[in-house]
């Protein structure tokens, strides 16, 4: 499985994600799910990944391949929106060369992705493209999506998180909930790969991969963890009748 | 959908479950998913359901019906063993009677089931039933299980609740872990239902309905919410390169 999270923020985009994936609990590998297009000053884009790592990897590939070619590519677009149509379209050739007759299998071929960024002349956006292809827009009323193994890191992104919070802030929301979810479903592990885009700026993200023994991760987590059990304990129980 | 989650600690055993019920968006019903069994002074049995309704309720129908009969059922048992292998038989007779020749249909008839209890002559157990009728039971290491939408709430639960939880704690820990699961899922909704049994009374368990303008739960969501964004802003945020 996978974790993946994005924001879109007054201030930026905000991207994070897991590197676990798994063929059955025997075969854990390490797998970067997190790819970024970009030409300064023109666009910064950021990608995300989950699901069937043969489809994500080949939607990679061909989008990689393309981009520089004549024909329409992540690269040459107008607009977001265009570029998250050439992702779908994308992801919809992948699967249809590796399950032609659209059958169900044993296999799952589908993927998730999230598409954020931002190119000259327009804002910056977010895009969760679904496996079929087609997206929906993040808004100031929902800035974030998420994608893989989500559940567990939701609660405290939507106590914490809205359409003003700054960077800083949402990236520190993004690593406890990376860690709420790493602490329940051993499917999602570090490293943890972020991204944050400063609005505007058109110049490559802050980029980072967070280790196991990152000081400012550790820290977190135990601060955290010890913050959460204190609240708890200093709250009055029930009675019990 | 459903969330419904049962404790066994030393001291005693925690239930709780949600009642929302719902067949597609538009048929949204309050249905409750706690059963008990009880013989003062014999056995107290608790049963919460999640999954296909029409299957729990035939299975909690059928459990009553022969209740106090001479065949073998949840109140001549003589364990909380047997009475869960009984619990899980009644659960494939009814599939079996619904679904008899076993095909895939677009309809999952299958539940979950959690038994929960103390039968006189040994201690108070728990038992987490599958929706093929067998089961797996609760130990010191692992002191407690979830069903239905179960993800939301898990992270709290991990940090929190362990063998040595006190019951009035726990119950605490229950209901914070709904609010989180409430405010990220619609599936599951209030009134919420709460059973407390301490070990060895072999008493009826101490029971609640915890409706939405009950006042401790009020103020455990207020005071919840807001020491969890103090607890957030009280940390160091990362540096952003």
Redesign the interface.
Known sequence: MTYCVAMRLADGLVFASDSRTNAGFDQISTFRKMHVFEQPGERELVLLSAGNLATSQSVISLLERRAGTDIANVLNTASMFETAEIVGQTMREVIKRDNPDGKLHQVDFSCSLILGGQIKGESHRLFNIYPEGNFIEATEETPYFQIGES??????I???VNFQT????A???A??SFD??M???LSVGMPLDVA?YRKDGLKPC?T?RVEEQCD?FHT?RQ???Q???E??S??E?????
């Open positions: 559940k567990y890191g939701k609660p405290i939507d106590r914490i700054t960077l800083d802030r990236y520190q929301c690593l406890i709420s979810t602490k329940s479903n944050i802050f980072d400012y977190l601060q955290w963890h913050g959460i059990q609240l708890f200093s709250l129980p029930p009675g019990l009748g």
